[in-house]
Antibody, heavy 116, light 109 residues
Framework: EVQLVESGGGLVKPGGSLRLSCAASGFTFSNAWMTWVRQAPGKGLEWVGRIKTKTDGGTTDYAAPVKGRFTVSRDDSKSTLFLQMNSLKTEDTAVYYC???????WGQGTLVTVSS | QTVVTQEPSLTVSPGGTVTLTCASSTGAVTSGYYPNWFQQKPGQAPRTLIYSTNNKHSWTPARFSGSLLGGKAALTLSGVQPEDEAEYYCLLSYGGAVVFGGGTKLTVL
């Protein structure tokens, strides 16, 4: 079964850091471009960032609101995607999803709450 | 800043046909923007319906189809079912960035 499972969400104070993980199974993770998407409470979907396969250069791209604060990385040996979030702001509060658009798989999401 | 625009809401009768559209502030949408369409029901994660304009996944019901229409990406539902009531999001790729539309709330009434 093709599956993505996120973990690492929680409550963090403004200015703090958090690292999300996304464990993949059921497909060849190393062949997939992987993406992070977030959804603030009651709002629409917002693209956060993505990482290409090593074959395609392994490069990353980010949305303007998170560029310079968030880092997407991957460990193909463990079929795991990461999102390192630094200098968190209250407006980063959201459910964070990992996804592979081409394969069509999404995780169930993990909630990140930034509040003092 | 690039904006992707969808109809905020649409209503359709069961068994009817409805087309949702996805426009880019940069101009006409082409296949080079790799339009994707997603369905999200309350309390659930999104589900991918269409990728690269008109390609379906194995789980995508046959009544859903993607296309380019009048300079926009389009998602057409033919023979709408009550379970199709949901929020629908499109996505366009702009080289180094990806932008979601604001979503269309589809009501089946």
């Amino acid at each position: 079964e093709v599956q993505l499972v996120e973990s690492g969400g929680g409550l963090v104070k403004p200015g703090g850091s958090l690292r999300l993980s996304c464990a993949a199974s059921g497909f060849t993770f190393s062949n997939a471009w992987m993406t992070w998407v977030r959804q603030a409470p009651g709002k629409g979907l917002e693209w956060v960032g993505r990482i290409k396969t090593k074959t395609d250069g392994g490069t990353t791209d980010y949305a303007a609101p998170v560029k310079g604060r968030f880092t997407v990385s991957r460990d193909d040996s463990k079929s795991t995607l990461f999102l390192q979030m630094n200098s968190l702001k209250t407006e980063d509060t959201a459910v964070y999803y990992c996804a592979s658009f081409l394969i069509g798989v999404w995780g169930q999401g993990t909630l990140v709450t930034v509040s003092s | 800043q690039t904006v992707v625009t969808q109809e905020p809401s649409l209503t359709v009768s069961p068994g009817g046909t409805v087309t949702l559209t996805c426009a880019s502030s940069t101009g006409a949408v082409t296949s080079g923007y790799y339009p994707n369409w997603f369905q999200q029901k309350p309390g659930q994660a999104p589900r991918t319906l269409i990728y690269s304009t008109n390609n379906k996944h194995s789980w995508t019901p046959a009544r859903f189809s993607g296309s380019l229409l009048g300079g926009k990406a389009a998602l057409t539902l033919s023979g709408v079912q009550p379970e199709d009531e949901a929020e629908y999001y499109c996505l366009l790729s702009y080289g180094g960035a990806v932008v979601f539309g604001g979503g269309t709330k589809l009501t089946v009434l």
